[in-house]
Nanobody
């Protein structure tokens, strides 16, 4: 059974930092793109960042560029999201996902974690 388990969420003041972690089990994602998405109540889930299978390419949503960094550790079958200069609008439930790919014009994934809550106070 494939599982993605996120951790590292919490409450932080604006301008602060958090590092999210996602540990995958049940299959290796070393040859797949992995990513992060987020969702707030009443809104659709939105893409945050993805890292490709070769670790060479990363892509970010415009809203997080320059503040968030995605990375992975293939030895641990894990992906991370370093979030700096956090803003109240970054408050959301953050999901780890893999493998990520385009479905039409939007990104999606086959497997999703349960999510970890990030709350940024002003």
């Amino acid at each position: 059974q494939v599982q993605l388990l996120e951790s590292g969420g919490g409450l932080v003041q604006a301008g602060g930092s958090l590092r999210l972690s996602c540990a995958a089990s049940g299959r290796s994602f070393n040859n797949a793109n992995m990513g992060w998405f987020r969702q707030t109540p009443g809104k659709e889930r939105e893409f945050v960042a993805t890292i490709n299978w070769s670790d060479v390419g990363t892509t970010y949503a415009d809203s997080v560029k320059g503040r968030f960094t995605i990375s992975r550790d293939k030895a641990k079958n894990a992906v991370y999201l370093q979030m700096n200069s956090l803003k109240p609008e970054d408050t959301a439930l953050y999901y780890c996902a893999a493998p990520t790919y385009y479905h039409g014009s939007y990104r999606t994934a086959d497997y999703w974690g349960q999510g970890t809550q990030v709350t940024v106070s002003s």
